[in-house]
């Protein structure tokens, strides 16, 4: 217990290397780098998580009550409810990427401490989304289109997204040294981002299986607003619900990195008293 | 940079390089295929071209690995990125990848039609599917480069390479398979996916490098 009171306040014994790449942003006054140092970060973040994560369960409580209570569509029937998770679930997993993507950017130009943690926090989480993504998709698939699984379009290009994350994730782990992680991530994110705009518009270019975008349109949303409403409901809920799990997992990220630096530093120490 | 690529090209074609190892891999590939689906004469000339292109393409993410690999157990890679005064890393890189792709996928290249025999594949498929290759796998090379790049400080960073570098050479195996199947099946063109074929390489020797090289500066 006197372990993790320790962790929680201990300023002057960060991990070198988020010091060391801090010092030369902590003149720069900007808002977001005022989120720069860990420990505020950590006091924040600390601050918020309760509050947002109370809010995600409950726009995602009413979203699915609302999805339950919207009704059937005359052709699909029941199985029309599926969209209320699987669109949110595939919009995160874009939205998921894009934040790697700025964090991406965020490491290699703006050298911001946080962006690595960031990145190596959001890809699991968006590999999660993007997998029941195409789960649920394949689910509504096999009664409507008669199977699991086309190669069309858009399937594709979601499949090679996840491909993608598996890729970013196994790189993070691969290498050791966070830092050296962290700049490979960013460049292997940057490349990869060239898949999102073809996911978006894999189905206007290409006359495929799947529908064509419905929500975000020039010309108006083409959903009945009683089946939109609650959809957007359940959009809200789950985005809340993967900032708290990014939050969370960032926290976990911080911390996890405090402690393989105390533990260098008390081997360190042991090291010196023995010799 | 003459005197770059003519050192690596040396390099590349001296005994103990991969070059050899890469036409063997593909070899097998393609031979192994007919005991996989059956003898079918007519099947394996549907399938050939898709076939050819599958295993160059394996073929040449094998050699991948070795890119940058060998320079830096050497040294030789902390010289040319010390050299960027004179030569920008991007270009360095540029030049690396088409001296890897003269001697490690160009034989592949070579080979294709007479693999293409035994897929049954007929003439103009064959010519089509040496072409397509011929234009599309130096974008597989650029591609590569960004994980050889980003793995060059991994031990065995072989298998990873590849996992990391084959979402993004979809979109260059679908053109190229489609160009090659257009050739030969009367009512898909040939010429759109071709292009695109072609752009895609264009695309990549520009995004490649400059990346391999962001990769390499900030990395090592």
Known sequence: ?275 | MLALYAREVKLGIRAGSGALTGVLFFLAVVTVIPFGVGPDLNLLARIGPAVLWIGALLASLLALERLFQADREDGTLDLLLMSDHRHMVALTVLVKCLAHWTTGVLPLVAVTPFLGLFMNVPPLGLGAATLTLLVGTPAITFIGAVGAALTVALPRGGVLVSVLVLPLVVPVLIFGVAASRGAMADPDPFLPPFLILSALTLFFAVLGPAAAALALRHID
């Open chain 1, 1 to 275: 217990m006197r372990a993790c009171g320790n962790l929680n306040e201990l300023p002057e014994s960060l991990p070198a290397f988020i010091y060391v790449s801090m010092s030369d942003t902590a003149k720069q006054t900007s808002r977001l780098m005022a989120l720069a140092n860990p420990t505020r970060f950590l006091e924040i973040a600390g601050a918020i998580l309760p509050w947002l994560s109370c809010a995600a369960l409950f726009v995602l409580a009413a979203g699915l009550w609302l999805a339950f209570a919207a009704p059937e569509d005359y052709q699909q029937g029941i199985t029309v409810r599926i969209m209320y998770i699987h669109v949110p679930f595939a919009w995160l997993a874009m939205f998921c990427y894009g934040l790697m993507a700025l964090s991406a950017l965020g490491t290699l130009v703006w050298r911001h401490p946080l962006a690595d943690v960031s990145l190596k926090a959001a890809a699991p989480i968006g590999a999660v989304f993007t997998a029941l993504a195409l789960a649920t998709g394949s689910i509504w698939g096999k009664p409507m289109w008669g199977t699991w699984w086309v190669w069309d379009a858009r399937l594709t290009s979601v499949f090679v997204l996840f491909l993608m994350y598996l890729g970013i994730i196994a790189l993070t782990r691969a290498l050791d040294e966070p830092t050296r992680a962290a700049r490979a991530a960013a460049i292997l994110t940057l490349v990869g981002f060239i898949n999102i705009p073809i996911i978006k518009f894999s189905v206007d270019w290409w006359n495929t299986l799947h529908q064509p975008a419905s929500v975000f349109r020039f010309d108006g949303p083409t959903i009945h607003p009683s089946l939109l409403w609650p959809l957007l409901i359940s959009a809200l809920g789950f985005t809340l619900l993967f900032i708290t799990l990014h939050l969370m997992a960032m926290r976990t990220e911080i911390w996890r990195r405090r402690v393989g630096t105390m533990r260098r530093l008390s081997a360190r120490a042991a090291e010196g008293q023995a010799s």
